[in-house]
């Protein structure tokens, strides 16, 4: 690395849930051995490394928030991929390597599930068509913004002792149903959709699917907020305020 960089955060990641069930290959180039790279460069120069990792690391047996400390246990190959990331880096870097496991991570702009649903919403809804959701998978969404607040956190407050593994995600708990459900709500509240879909809940078993998913993958960031005092908002809130920074943007269409 000719910048000798302090710190990178690796943001980059394969995830295309189903996509890496068909080339599990490209999914752990990305997710596992890009990690390594970078790890690997960055203890040449004593750099530190923030990398975003996944709730999708746990099997999701168990019907309780999973803390930072828990043996993984990953189902699909996203989950996998995503699991040896992080064992490279902790591995290679040790105490400058920082992994941050979120869930259901999205933003104003890319590629996430709620842009998704705004132009789903609004297709389905003109045409009185019916948006058909799981609902018995359970987490919690997190924002972009919210997380990249706790990365400056991690890099600018020196005088914390910051442990190797944390979990981070928004306030309060719901379905995949439960967040489409919400996105709609708002999105035609908000004058960002001009139509809404009825959003019928189904089972897992009901959705084809390639990669098996965690039905309950809460993550407990208690020690995480608890360490960084960082103000925390409801997930329902964050959406809003998400909604807002899209409805701000001139000359942009998320539903057309």
Known sequence: IEKEPDWIINAAAYTAVEKAEEEPELAYKVNSEAPRSIARALSKKNGKLIQISTDFVFSGEQNYPYQPDQKINPVCTYGLSKGLGEKYILEILKENSYVIRTSWLYGPVGNNFLLTMLKLHEAKGKNNEFLKVVYDQISCPTSTSSLAILCWNIIFKNEVKVPNIMHWSNLGVCSW?????????????????????????IRSKDYPSLAKRPNYSLLDCRKTRELFKIPSRHWKKEISLVLDDIKSKENQSFYA
């Not at 996105?183 to 809940?201: D, F, M």
């Open 177 to 201: 149903y439960d967040f489409a459900y919400e996105i709609g709500t708002q999105g035609l509240e908000k004058g960002i959709i001009k139509n809404v879909a009825e959003v019928i809940p």
